[in-house]
């Protein structure tokens, strides 16, 4: 955990040193032509998990995994000539993990490459926004690189405002095109080999409208239509079966999900806000699922405020999954992950934002720093912890 305010805090020099250099700005009353840097976060945290319903054994075994993330964003700003606002988008990621689940790929924990692994994650995104007549268009890319998988990403989006301004609809198409490396437990590879990649294919539209309501209530309802095609199991989950054979999971290769959500912020007064939060979720495997969210940001003074929350979330199993030893050679397609079981969790914890107008100790353009931390628990007896770090530089 002492990693996290290292990477943190560290930085915290590098702000101070760039604070002194003041970003141009306009000096008459028409707005800036120049590029102009308008935020950057900066991310870090640290995430423990522990549970005994591993997939790469069967679903039994240690679920023992400890990650340490961070990242940083960038967002540059520019007025052109016709007024039009152009917002470039830069985010670098960095995860380090280290799994004794994944570890048993080759059942000898602490000893394989699959131990560890550093995923990397870059992406840009661009928009333009016509103030005047109150549209956006935006897209962006992106990319996911780890030991035994890769991605790539892109996406186009579109936003248009109300006359009044009070409503907003947004438009977006999402795609991730995957490839899997073929990493298989190591008792069947002298049957079914090692190496080589499988894709996947993710295809994802979203359609959202938010309104304010009123001085004191804000709305927002969403509707996501996303379809999976490929390889859609993951090459190292065993699944063991009632006759104490072992096998490699096997999924269909197509998944059709629908998930609807509504989201509501109401300002009780000026230093209390309630934002509550539904989802739905439906899909061709059977899977249905429910998560209901409420978190209360209190600010207790002008410059201080705290965020307690509460996530409750509920499926149903797939219709492909049994625990270790009750699959059957029947059967065409069978998972042990317990991820894809019937159980029901709870989320919670706590934030705390401080943000001064002279800037957070005394850094002038270091406009808010946030901690937040939060304790999860299932009903298959998988806990974890999170704590983290947001820097916001502005």
Do not use: C
């Amino acid at each position: 955990m002492k990693r996290i305010f290292i990477t943190g805090f560290a930085l915290l020099g590098f702000l101070r040193a760039t604070a002194q250099d003041n970003i141009q700005t306009d000096s008459t009353a028409y707005k800036a032509q120049k590029l102009k840097l308008e935020e950057i976060n900066l991310v870090s945290s640290y995430y423990k998990q522990d549970g005994n319903n591993s997939a790469v054994t069967g679903g039994i075994g240690t679920e023992k995994l400890t990650d340490i993330s961070n990242s940083i964003d960038v967002k540059f700003v520019k007025y052109g000539e016709t007024g039009k606002k152009h917002t470039w988008d830069f985010e670098v990621g960095v995860d380090q993990y280290s799994s004794a689940s994944s570890d048993m790929v080759d059942l000898s924990a602490n000893s394989s490459a699959s131990y560890s692994d550093i995923r990397f994650y870059p992406s840009v995104s661009y928009s333009r926004e016509n103030e005047e007549k109150g549209n956006t268009i935006g897209a962006g890319v992106s990319s996911s690189t780890e030991f035994d998988y890769q991605s790539f990403g892109g996406n186009i989006n579109y936003s248009k405002k109300t006359k009044d301004r009070n409503g907003e609809f947004t438009a977006r198409f999402q795609t991730y095109i995957d490839q899997v490396k073929l990493i298989n437990p190591i008792e069947l590879r002298p049957t079914i080999g090692n190496g080589g990649t499988e894709g996947r294919n993710t295809f994802a539209g979203t359609l959202s409208y938010s309104q304010v309501v009123n001085q004191n209530l804000q709305l927002l309802f969403q509707a996501d239509l996303v379809s999976q095609q490929g390889y859609l199991s993951l090459p190292f989950h065993r699944v063991y079966f009632n006759d104490g054979s072992v096998h490699q999971e096997n999924l269909p290769d197509s998944r059709f999900k629908i998930p609807l959500a509504v989201r509501a912020s109401y300002f009780l007064g000026d230093n209390v806000i309630i934002r509550a939060y539904y989802r739905y979720y439906t899909d061709d495997w059977k899977l249905t699922s429910h998560t209901a969210d409420i978190e209360v940001p209190v600010k207790l003074s002008p410059f201080f405020s705290l965020s307690p929350f509460y996530r409750y979330y509920s499926q149903s199993a797939v219709k492909y999954f049994s625990p270790y030893g009750q699959h059957t050679g029947s059967e065409q397609y069978y998972t042990s992950n317990y991820d894809l079981s019937k159980f029901d969790s709870s989320f919670f914890g706590m934030g705390v934002r401080i943000a001064t107008p002279d800037g957070v100790f005394g850094i002038k353009h270091f406009s808010a720093l946030e901690i937040r931390y939060g304790h999860y628990s299932r009903s298959t007896n998988l806990t974890s912890d999170i704590i983290s770090i947001n820097i916001k530089y502005k």
